[in-house]
T-cell receptor, first 112, second 110 residues
Framework: DAGVIQSPRHEVTEMGQEVTLRCKPI?????LFWYRQTMMRGLELLIY????????DSGMPEDRFSAKMPNASFSTLKIQPSEPRDSAVYFC??????????FGSGTRLTVV | GQSLEQPSEVTAVEGAIVQINCTYQ??????LSWYQQHDGGAPTFLSY????GLEETGRFSSFLSRSDSYGYLLLQELQMKDSASYFC???????????FGKGTTLSVSS
């Protein structure tokens, strides 16, 4: 298994544009998590899914953010419209607390 | 609310021992985890404690005291490659997502 795969690795976009981040999780795991990391706020949970169903999206900053998991092999995080304060590294992860999460390599988003 | 407190920075020299503390306040508790993250990389899982006591894995050990809402990560025989950020994380119940502390940056010098 190639692990959790995220794309793109880097994204630079202009304010107001739509951004879509993608995640292919490790097969066999029921849960998928989206986190955002910044120097100021650290690793923040945005949303997580169990069996493709969103369980807790209370960390999604505002309506500009949306996430989907149409099947067990794929998830997207969309920001529309993007703003400079959305600049961060976005991580997708699978796993359990007991045995550990496996994180993807992250998407470094820069909104100018 | 939930919060985790850990020091922002720790410095040490090669071969030394360092302890990174973590105190937490959560509505429930289902275990304390530790993750390591090198610059530009993704967090990687180090350890998990559900019960009180010390868990040892090679040069790294992790301790938990549930009554004190406190844990620590102990790194022994420090190497330059241990320079990284270390995060404690708490799950407040089974099946929920981990909440991470802000991280401790460890700098190991020769």
């Amino acid at each position: 298994d190639a692990g959790v795969i995220q794309s793109p690795r880097h994204e630079v976009t202009e304010m107001g544009q739509e951004v879509t981040l993608r995640c292919k999780p490790i097969s066999g795991h029921n849960s998928l998590f989206w986190y955002r990391q910044t120097m100021m706020r650290g690793l923040e949970l945005l949303i997580y899914f169990n069996n493709n169903v969103p369980i807790d999206d209370s960390g999604m900053p505002e309506d500009r953010f949306s996430a989907k998991m149409p099947n067990a092999s794929f998830s997207t995080l969309k920001i529309q419209p993007s703003e400079p304060r959305d600049s961060a590294v976005y991580f997708c992860a699978t796993g359990t607390g007991t045995y550990g999460y496996t994180f993807g390599s992250g998407t470094r988003l820069t909104v100018v | 609310g939930q919060s985790l407190e850990q020091p922002s920075e720790v410095t040490a020299v090669e071969g030394a021992i360092v302890q990174i503390n973590c105190t937490y306040q959560t509505s429930g508790f289902y275990g304390l985890s530790w993750y390591q993250q090198h610059d530009g990389g993704a967090p990687t899982f180090l350890s998990y404690n559900a019960l009180d006591g010390l868990e040892e894995t090679g040069r790294f050990s992790s301790f938990l005291s549930r009554s004190d809402s406190y844990g620590y990560l102990l790194l022994q025989e420090l190497q330059m490659k241990d320079s990284a950020s270390y995060f404690c994380a708490v799950g407040n119940q089974a099946g929920t997502a981990l909440i991470f502390g802000k991280g401790t940056t460890l700098s190991v010098s020769s």
